[in-house]
């Protein structure tokens, strides 16, 4: 039987491991490019000596005090010398739109609609269970046995059960 290498299930390559490499190559390259020490490359971003020296020596089996680069750093030598960061964190920030991510042109009332736009998208709407039987015209020890058989979905907050808006509708809608 032939194996071939693609077949292979290799190990996957873990976020520290990818910014300890990024980190080795770039401080080469900019060593290269610049002329800069591994103490001057961690005075022009920022960060401290001890940082610098610790991500450094990772595989080195004398160093006891050997880390993995954190994004933080990672980010600041990348800023400062223009330099492209690891693919899964431009993925991940690519991916994470926030409501603090609206561009800084918009209007004040721009802004509100997005907000709330992102808000009812992201947030359902919750309803306690005397607000459901009132909507239904029914009196809460209903809903609430409904809710016991599995005929309306409900999410237990504390004491109370809470509805979504989208299984009430589904409810009715059964």
């Known amino acids: 039987m032939n194996i071939k290498f ?36 961690g005075r022009e971003t ?3 000596m001890t940082v ?15 880390r993995r680069p954190t994004e933080t750093t990672i980010k600041k030598i990348a800023k400062r010398f223009n330099i492209a960061l690891p693919d899964y964190m431009i993925e991940r ?3 994470q739109e926030t409501i603090f ?24 709407k919750l309803y306690k269970v005397a607000q ?10 209903t809903v609430i046995k409904c ?5 309306i979905k409900a ?3 504390g004491k109370q059960y809470r509805i979504r808006e989208r299984d009430l509708i589904e409810y009715m809608n059964s």
């Open 6 to 41: 693609e077949d292979l299930e290799l190990p996957k390559q873990s976020n520290a491991d990818i910014r300890s490499e990024w980190f080795i190559k770039a401080v080469n390259d900019i060593n290269e490019q610049h002329g800069l020490s591994l103490k001057e490359i």
């Open 155 to 157: 999410k237990r907050v």
């Open 93 to 95: 920030d690519a991916r």
């Open 101 to 124: 991510d609206l561009e800084k042109k918009r209007t004040p009332q721009e802004k509100k609609k997005v907000n709330s736009d992102i808000m009812t998208k992201q947030i359902p």
């Open 147 to 151: 809710i016991e058989r599995g005929e």
């Open 52 to 66: 610098m020296y610790a991500c450094w020596n990772i595989q080195s089996p004398l160093h006891k005090f050997g």
């Open 46 to 48: 920022g960060v401290s």
């Open 132 to 141: 459901v039987a009132e909507f239904l015209d029914v009196c809460s020890q």
